[in-house]
């Protein structure tokens, strides 16, 4: 039996675990950090946010209650600038608001996480950042023909 509880009031409790030093992993709510995570699919293993830095993909509280996991874009100060992969736009928070940190992702059901330090996450990454100024189109065609015909990546 799975059950879902709304994020205002998990994610502040999975804050504490992750702030004693525990590990969660979390089902991915959201189409936001498309096209290689998936809503309901995917599950993310946090860590503590000990050291973040651009690239890095984190669990972030961009106002009070209102929660996203997505990746580091740039951080001047204090201030952290964050995007979806999926997104256009951007949310900012403080280092401060960050909650957790990115280890790894479950994808496909699969039982050995995708690590965010690996050699296959840092290429996707690297490759999928770079293509910013394109990616709302390739995205657009990922969304109208990709998943009708061959379902989510």
């Known amino acids: 039996m799975r059950k879902e509880v709304p994020n205002a009031l998990l994610i502040p409790e ?6 004693e030093g525990h590990t969660v992993t979390l089902g991915l709510k959201g189409f936001s950090m498309r096209p290689f995570l998936e809503d309901g699919r995917d599950t993310v293993l946090l860590t503590r ?11 972030a509280e961009i106002t009070p209650g209102q929660y996203v996991l997505h990746r580091i874009i740039r951080i001047k100060r204090q201030e952290v600038v964050l995007r979806g992969d999926g997104n256009i736009g951007t949310e900012r928070c403080t280092l401060h608001d960050i909650k957790g940190f990115a280890q790894g992702f479950y994808r496909k059901g699969r039982n050995r996480p995708d690590r965010t330090n690996g050699l296959k996450w840092k290429l996707y990454s ?9 990616r709302r189109y390739l995205l657009a065609v990922y969304r109208r023909l990709w998943i009708p015909l061959f379902g989510p990546l």
């Not at 999975?14 to 702030?19: D, G, P, S, T």
């Open 14 to 19: 999975i804050a504490k675990m992750l702030e």
């Open 49 to 59: 946010p000990d050291h973040v830095r651009k690239g890095d993909t984190v669990l």
């Open 126 to 134: 690297n490759i999928w950042c770079t293509l910013f100024p394109v």
